[in-house]
T-cell receptor
């Protein structure tokens, strides 16, 4: 158990819908990262938040957005869903933002999204 | 940009066989290198890491050495077990600036048969 929690574990929805994925980082971690794992794209970085502020964006679609709240949990919002958005969405947390040599990202169990 | 190229899978071995999964990378400067493992139905777990050239990361009998001259970080284990069956991901994190996120390879599925 990494200490990172994600809910829900599974999500089935229809095209055009909107969903929210939730992530709680490990106690004391200020950074949250979101990754998408799909069969065709592999594991891709989406977005990074540190202490409530967006720090970096990767291959995140405009239909997707995220935020980190004062209690440090984060939510990933996916809207106007398409079949191709079906994937496993992971969040990871780490202590800081600088990512020094000793810093490790700890991953949650993921949310499996199926868009029908 | 940063990239990781990982040995194509799937790999099937008999128990107690020697394992090598190749990983090479492209990055500017001196990235940190990682191997993550994903067991069926679970999230990613950090297996080992190395943060500078010639460092050797090791854990649970797995080893990988950071080779800057060949830009490689190959994963090895002398004697695999059925319980090692999983998907293995090589990853890097940039050396500084804004590149705090991980860049992953495509993953290698390992199946160990009894």
């Amino acid at each position: 158990d990494s200490g990172v929690t994600q809910t829900p574990k599974h999500l089935i929805t229809a095209t055009g819908q909107r969903v929210t994925l939730r992530c709680s980082p490990r106690s004391g971690d200020l950074s949250v990262y979101w990754y998408q794992q799909s069969l065709d794209q592999g594991l891709q970085f989406l977005i990074h938040y540190y202490n409530g502020e967006e720090r970096a964006k990767g291959n995140i679609l405009e239909r997707f957005s995220a935020q980190q709240f004062p209690d440090l949990h984060s939510e990933l919002n996916l809207s106007s869903l398409e079949l191709g958005d079906s994937a496993l969405y992971f969040c990871a947390s780490s202590v800081g933002a600088a990512g020094g040599p000793l810093e490790t990202q700890y991953f949650g169990p993921g949310t499996r999204l199926l868009v029908l | 940009g940063n990239s990781v190229t990982q040995m194509e899978g799937p790999v099937t071995l008999s128990e107690e066989a020697f394992l090598t999964i190749n990983c090479t990378y492209t990055a500017t400067g001196y990235p940190s290198l990682f191997w993550y493992v994903q067991y069926p139905g679970e999230g990613l777990q950090l297996l080992l890491k190395a943060t500078k050239a010639d460092d050797k990361g090791s854990n649970k009998g797995f080893e990988a050495t950071y080779r800057k001259e060949t830009t490689s970080f190959h994963l090895e284990k002398g004697s695999v077990q059925v319980s090692d069956s999983a998907v293995y991901f090589c990853a890097l994190r940039g050396p500084g600036g804004s590149a705090r996120q991980l860049t992953f390879g495509s993953g290698t599925q390992l199946t160990v048969l009894p």
